[in-house]
T-cell receptor, first 116, second 110 residues
Framework: SQTIHQWPATLVQPVGSPLSLECTVE??????LYWYRQAAGRGLQLLFY??????ISSEVPQNLSASRPQDRQFILSSKKLLLSDSGFYLC???????????????FGQGTRLTVV | EDKVVQSPLSLVVHEGDTVTLNCSYE??????LLWYKQEKKAPTFLFML????IEKKSGRLSSILDKKELFSILNITATQTGDSAIYLC??????????FGTGTRLKVLA
């Protein structure tokens, strides 16, 4: 069966420090991968989307970047965190789209990031 | 701009009550409408709806889509305290994009 791992679960980082959040998927090949951020009182905001190794699409210009060095690994990074980067970060995967209905995405447990 | 609007924003009911959660959407290149339940951390998938008027049902939960009115509802009958969560409505667009509503926070009191 497929599983998704995301870590760390919580993180407190000072302003200006770097960030690295990691997400891995097991039990499937060539998944589509996502990074979302959920701010209090707001819906999930798509940050990055990837259809394959080194194929990353950015949805929102910001202080963050993403990389996909391996098929089932997705990393969210920042060189210098801002206070506004605080939030709940979720990684998700889904089966590759075959051109038909866009099926459901499966989420990791999330990382609560507090920038202080 | 694509958007998904859910109502009410929050709801408090007692065990045994029936609730209806509403979702309206404006999504370009619409593919499907999904519902998720989010308790503490990861949203968990409930339903995917692609056709108008066909009810999807799972236990006490059911959902239906109206593609003409761009609307979906999620019904929960005989609510239990374990139903307390945020319910997310999601519009799927194109080949990869999911547009999330802000959610309805449901609290079920014993």
């Amino acid at each position: 069966s497929q599983t998704i791992h995301q870590w760390p679960a919580t993180l407190v980082q000072p302003v200006g420090s770097p960030l690295s959040l990691e997400c891995t998927v097991e039990g499937t090949s060539n998944p589509n991968l996502y990074w979302y951020r959920q701010a209090a009182g707001r819906g999930l905001q798509l940050l990055f989307y990837s259809i394959g190794i080194d194929q990353i699409s950015s949805e929102v210009p910001q202080n963050l970047s993403a990389s996909r060095p391996q098929d089932r690994q997705f990393i969210l990074s920042s060189k210098k965190l801002l206070l506004s980067d605080s939030g709940f970060y979720l990684c998700a995967w889904r089966y590759p789209s075959g051109g038909g209905f866009l099926g459901e995405a499966f989420f990791g447990q999330g990382t609560r990031l507090t920038v202080v | 701009e694509d958007k998904v609007v859910q109502s009410p924003l929050s709801l408090v009911v007692h065990e045994g009550d029936t609730v209806t959660l509403n979702c309206s959407y404006e999504v370009t290149n619409f593919r499907s409408l999904l519902w998720y339940k989010q308790e503490k951390k990861a949203p968990t998938f409930l339903f995917m709806l692609t056709s108008s008027g066909i009810e999807k049902k799972s236990g006490r939960l059911s959902s239906i889509l109206d593609k003409k009115e761009l609307f979906s509802i999620l019904n929960i009958t005989a609510t239990q305290t374990g139903d307390s969560a945020i319910y997310l409505c999601v519009g799927a667009s194109g080949t990869y994009k999911y547009i999330f509503g802000t959610g309805t926070r449901l609290k079920v009191l014993a």
